[in-house]
Structure formats: C-alpha cells, structure tokens
C-alpha cells in the first residue's frame, strides 16, 4: 500500500530541465503544476477531516441537550440508538480512515517524492549553468540553496492547505454554531477574528523578511565552512586555522543574530496572541453561562460554545505557527529562487547540431573575449591549427593561453569574431557533443570523491574494466593503484581518492587524468601543463605514452617548462591576448624574441648573464 502511494509522483521526471521563472508565486507553480492533482486531493481530504471534526463538537453539544431533555436515563440510549450508532461509525470508523487518508497523500504521495521532485529539477538547472556561475559562488553556499528550497517549497504548501481547512471550517463552522444558539454568542468570536487577523498582519510580514536574512546567512555560514573544508591543505599549510575560526566565527555570529531577531519577532507575537486567546475564552464562555442563566441558550449550547473556544484557542496557536512557518519558508524559497532561477550564460542555439569532427582542424576567426570588460584578455586573434597540428601555446602568466582553450570548449561565449571546427562554428552545435570531442589534461587535476574506476571510465563510460586498466597501463598508473586502500578496506580500482582526489599524491591524480584522456580518445587534445605535477622520472615514462596519444590528433599544449612542448610542430608565442611569434622552436630561437628570452631564463641563460654582470 505505502509503495502504491510513494509513486504517484514522479520524483525523477525525464523532462530537459528547464529555467524556473524568478517570480515568486510561478516559481511555486512551476514545480506544483505538473502534479496539482495530488495537492487537489490532500485539499479534499483535508476538508473531509475539518467536517468530520466539527460535527464531533456539535455531537457534543446536542448530546447534552438530549441527555437533560431524557424521560429517563434509562431510555436514552434506546431513544437516541441511531444517533449513538452513527457518531461511533464516525469516531471509530470514519474519522479514523480519513485522518489516515490525509496523512498517507501528506506523508507518501508528498512529503518524499514532491520533494526530492524539486530538489531533482532544481539539481539538473543548477548543473547545466556556465563556468562562470560556480567561479563566482560558494559551492557549498550553491548546493545548501539547492537542498533547502526544495524543502521549504513543499512545507509551505502542504501547510497552506492544511492550516486552510482547518481555519476556514472551524472557523466558519464556530460562527454558524455560536450564531445558531444565540446570535450575541458571535459577537466576541468576531472580536477575535479581527484582533488574530490585525496580529497576523503585523507579524507574519516581518517573519518573511527576516526567514529571508536568516536563510541568506545560513548560506554563507555553509558556503565557508565548506570552502575551509574544501581547502584545508591550504590552512594547514599557511597554519590558520585560527583565521578560519574567525571566519567561520563571523558568519555564525551573523547567522545567530539574524535568528534571534527572528524569534525575538516570535516570541512577540505568541505574547499577544495569547492575550486575545484569554480575551476570548473569558468572554464567550462567559457570555455564554450568562445567556443559560437567564433563558437564552440550553446547557448543550454552553458545553458546545466552551469546547469549540478550547479547541479555537488551542488551534489558533497552530495555525498561527503554521502561518508563521509557511511565510518563514517563502522567504527560504524567495532566498533560493535568486540563485536557482538564474539564467544560464551559455546556452544551446534552437536547432544546435551535434559536432561532426572528420579532420579536427581548429580555426580562431578575429576572437575578442574580455570577461565582460571594455578590453584585455583576447583582441582580435586570428589563428589556425592544421588537422593534426600539434600546437605549444607560449607566453607569461595572463597572457591568455588558458582563456584561448577555455572559449575552444565554449566555457564562455565570445564577444567577437569565431571559432571553427572543421569549418562548423561552436556556436551553432551543442556543448555536449564539442566537449566529447575534445580531451583535456590540466595542471590542477581534481577527480570525483568515486572508485579509481570511477574515475577513469568517467572518459568513455561504456568503455568497460578492461578497456580502463588498460588506459591505466599507459598512463603508468596501474602500479600504484593496485597498492591502494581506502579506510572502508576497498582496494585497487574500488579504492575511493577522497574529495577531489585528496588521498592521492598530486603525480597519482594526474595519472589518473590521463588515464582518463586515453580511454576518452578524442580528435582534438589539449593539455594544460599536463606533466607538471610529476618527477622528471615519471614525466620522462609518460611523454611517451603522451606522443602515442597525440599520434592522429590535433593538439594544443600549454606549458610553462618550455622543454615539454620545444618538439611540438609550431609554437604560437602570445602577450597580452595577441600572438606576437610563432614557428618552430630553432625558429624562434633565431628570431631572439620574447620565446628567445624565456627559453633563455629556463636554460640558464639569463642567470648566467646576471652572474656574468
């Protein structure tokens, strides 16, 4: 039965995921839409239980009159069989199925499936966003939004629905019930209404903004302890974990005054909500004993009027709270639209063909890129690399070697001129089938917290066990993954390499990575300081492999050890965004240009020349 319930929403939906709109009430229906069906029914049954439990408090009350109105005790029950009969079937029976109805379209149908369903959707959006969106946030700040929206969507409308039956039926309900016995009894009860409205309106306002600070600050709070986490060979490195501390002091004080601000707001309101609550029970109970003492209403009456104030008071508390914890988690959701609803930078053109690589040729038609900037970065560079070409890019830090490889893989968008693949611009083809095309080794190899396999197959998933030991071999990473062991006891390529590889040497990780190129083997490879992290010794085995791998492809290679790349079949030599050389390596040298010079400082020239002077 439960299994039956659990699936009726769909919590993985196959739908491309899509951009939710950044306006509050269709973000909301953006995510209830496709399954409103559900939510209809948790409204019905909720009425049927709000019915359900004020016809028990008018049983009360008519039970009483009957009681005092009996010939004798010992023909009530006879007299009033049918009725007894029938609110028993209710209290036993009925009352008992519909509250467990309530709970299992609340509990099984909603509350998991409605919200891993938005987690999910929101998860896919977030992860398709550009480079540039994950550049300039915490990941951890990103991923604490991701999770609490989705929980804080589906409690604010489940408990919407169920605060609105239960206010608008008991309430409604009180009226009719008070009105019927007496119609002065509905005076104080619409005293009270007034007053826990004017309440509700100068409280619950100020609960959404200050849920919306408190949520902010609890992703900051998370963002940085993560990113200490993340980093934490970098603080034990530099030794500050004292700094950290104060870090993470900041941002925790911050969240704890935004949330005692927040309570400060609450314990106020639950202050005067209290002091209506007596305003109405001392009032209506006792206008009520007042009206039975001369005449107007019967003892019945007095005992419905003084459980339905028990019950009203005890309830208004709950929907109070309730009303509080739906605006609380508005402003949680309100919070997480403003990064969950972002556009993405990059995306596919309508009609975006796979890329078709036959040749591999690379050609870069006047590109101008500047993050955003008026100028820097890449101007106006025009290059082409032959099918096959193996290219070095030379030049000092921030000469915009990285920035030329990154706008090949449409990490962003250009902001002048072209990149062609085979004669097919990037722009018009899906990212996807760019980037399975292109391989690419870096310097600052991170590998997912998975199996080496893992890892390895991450190149070519379907490439089987077999076929990634394989492309370990040539990577000469197979001896020393067989040798590991995590502190679970899996071992070899079960053995998991911790956040971002950090159970691996910096020399094992980029084994990895390589290994991880090979088994991808596409035409087009790029290798960004590819071997800086090994020993001469390790780098002299592996250049092999390397030449093997780039043997039928076209390479782009950047290395600031010029030795690695001096073979290469041209070297394009850029400054300042431009390319301001380019040749062979004994070219350049003959040239005495800017390759000259650095190729001089890395061979000892430019020391021998200090000493000398």
Sequence with gaps: MFHWFETRIKAFPDEAPEQPPDRLAAFYWHFVRPVWP??????????????????????????????KEAASPQTFITDNGGMLLLMGFVALVLRPLVSTAHDLVKNQMIAGPFNTRVRWQSHRYVLRQSLGFFQNDFA??????????????????VQVIDGLWFAVVHWGAALVLFADADWRLAIPLLAWLAAYGVTIRQFVPRIQRLSFNASEARSVLTGRVVDSYTNMLTVKLFAHADREDESARVALQDHLDRYQESQRNLTRMEFVLYSINGALMVTATGLAIWLWSVGAVTIGAVALITALVIRLIGMSGWILMTVATVFEAIGTVEEG??????????VD???????????????????????????????????????????????????????????????????????????????????????????????????????????????????????????????????????????????????????????????????????????????????????????????????????????GKTVIAIAHRLSTIAAMDRLVIMDQGRIVEQ????ELLSKGGLYAELWARQSGGFMAKEAAE
């Design 337 to 346: 639209m403003e990064t969950i609803s972002r556009p993405v930078d990059v």
């Design 349 to 551: 053109k309508p009609g975006a063909r796979p890329l078709a690589v036959d040749r591999g040729e690379v050609r870069y038609e006047n590109v101008s890129f500047h993050y955003g900037k008026e100028g820097g970065v890449i101007d106006r560079l025009s290059l082409r690399i032959a099918p096959g070409e193996k290219v070095g890019l030379v030049g000092r830090s921030g000469a915009g070697k990285s920035t030329l490889v990154n706008l090949l893989l449409r990490f962003y968008d250009l902001e002048g001129g072209r990149i062609l693949i085979d004669g097919q611009d990037i722009a018009g083809v899906t990212q996807d089938s760019l980037r399975a095309q292109v391989g690419m080794v870096t310097q600052d190899t991170s590998l997912l917290h998975r199996s080496v396999m893992e890892n390895i197959l991450y190149g070519r998933p379907g490439a089987g066990e077999a076929a990634a030991v394989a492309a370990a071999r040539k990577a000469h990473a197979h001896d020393f993954i067989v040798g590991l062991q995590d502190m679970r006891g899996r071992e070899g390529y079960a053995a998991q390499v911790g956040e971002r590889g950090v159970k691996l040497s910096g020399g094992q990780r980029q084994r990895v990575a390589i290994a991880r190129v090979l088994l991808k083997n596409a035409p087009i490879l790029i290798l960004d300081e590819a071997t800086s992290a090994l020993d001469s010794e390790v780098e002299a085995a592996i250049q092999e492999q390397l030449y093997n791998l780039m043997e």
């Design 140 to 157: 951890g700040r990103v991923a604490a939004k991701v999770l609490q929206t989705g929980h804080a969507l589906r409690e604010s409308v």
């Design 583 to 586: 040749g062979s390596h004994g």
């Design 38 to 67: 559900v939510f209809l029914v948790l409204l019905a049954v909720g009425l049927a239980g709000s019915l359900i439990e004020v016809a028990l408090y008018a049983f009360i009350g008519s039970i009483v009159d009957r009681m």
